[in-house]
């Protein structure tokens, strides 16, 4: 009986779970597990709910991905660019992933170093 309890406490829990800021992670073992469950979530969402590739192969794979993605984005040095394009990705369109939103940084943080010349 408390073995189903602790699984119902557990699926409970990753439902709910929230987007953790990079810039905002503390490393602990809370915020740990609720990168993984908002992690997990996405991936599922996008790749069984959205569009039909839902392969474990796939899921463990991006789950991969946009895990190293936030790992990286904890080091990021503007968090101007970054909370941009958490704002861009997260807030104006659904594409929240570690992955789309390290991307973007990147891309934004290159394109801040330019200017348009002849």
């Known amino acids: 009986m408390r073995k189903v ?3 119902a406490a557990i699926a409970a829990f990753s439902v709910n779970a929230e987007f953790i800021h990079p810039l905002q992670f503390d490393g602990s073992k809370a915020q740990q597990n609720e990168v993984i469950s908002y ?3 996405r991936v599922k969402k996008d790749y069984c ?3 039909d590739m839902c392969q ?3 899921l463990r794979m991006m789950e991969k991905e946009n895990l190293d993605a936030f ?3 904890t080091n ?3 968090p101007d660019i970054l909370d941009r394009a958490i704002h861009d990705y997260c807030g104006t369109i659904d594409m929240c992933t570690y992955q789309m939103i390290e991307m973007m940084y990147n891309e934004n943080l290159n394109a801040s170093k330019h200017e348009l010349s002849w």
């Open 5 to 7: 309890m602790f699984l």
């Open 39 to 41: 992690i997990q979530n």
């Open 49 to 51: 709910d959205t569009v």
């Open 56 to 58: 474990e192969t796939m």
């Open 71 to 73: 790992k990286r984005l």
């Open 76 to 78: 990021a040095k503007n």
